[in-house]
């Protein structure tokens, strides 16, 4: 079997589902079915415009915060603690052991801290000259 590599320039999304279908495939096949699905909770202002929150997704067992952006406005008011709060409730419900997410040293590291995660791996100058952070917290019963 011979191969060649290939670029391309705008990678589309069937360029991304040629690279997961056989990992997905091979996953499945050691773990089960990852029963993956996303998480959305969004904020809304007075005029019920979405204007952030929490976006992520659930499989394997825990709870991926991928994204939550909050407003300069509205920090430092419970709005972060809220969104992890429903993230937390919604992972039980999906029978989730925990959740796990990354920060940049110069974003909210301490923040998560304070809601009980821990930091599992760091990657050192990324961006260079700082870090960025994993955590994860587990669920109790």
């Known amino acids: 079997?011979?191969?060649?590599?290939?670029?391309?320039?705008?990678?589309?999304?069937?360029?991304?589902?040629?690279?997961?279908?056989?990992?997905?495939?091979?996953?499945?096949?050691?773990?089960?079915?990852?029963?993956?699905?996303?998480?959305?909770?969004?904020?809304?202002?007075?005029?019920?415009?979405?204007?952030?929150?929490?976006?992520?997704?659930?499989?394997?067992?825990?709870?991926?915060?991928?994204?939550?952006a909050i407003p300069e406005a509205w920090r430092g008011q419970g709005t972060g603690s809220a969104l992890i709060a429903e993230a937390e409730r919604i992972a039980r419900a999906r029978g989730c052991c925990g959740l796990w997410l990354d920060t940049f040293a110069f974003q909210a590291r301490g923040f998560y801290e304070k809601l009980g995660f821990r930091v599992f791996g760091t990657l050192e100058d990324h961006p260079r000259g700082s870090r960025r952070f994993f955590l994860s917290k587990r669920l109790e019963g």
């Open 1 to 68: 079997m011979t191969f060649r590599l290939h670029i391309p320039e705008q990678p589309s999304p069937e360029d991304r589902e040629a690279v997961l279908a056989p990992l997905r495939a091979y996953n499945e096949q050691m773990a089960g079915p990852a029963k993956a699905e996303p998480v959305a909770i969004l904020l809304h202002d007075e005029d019920g415009k979405s204007v952030g929150g929490l976006w992520g997704r659930s499989g394997y067992d825990w709870l991926f915060v991928e994204y939550l």
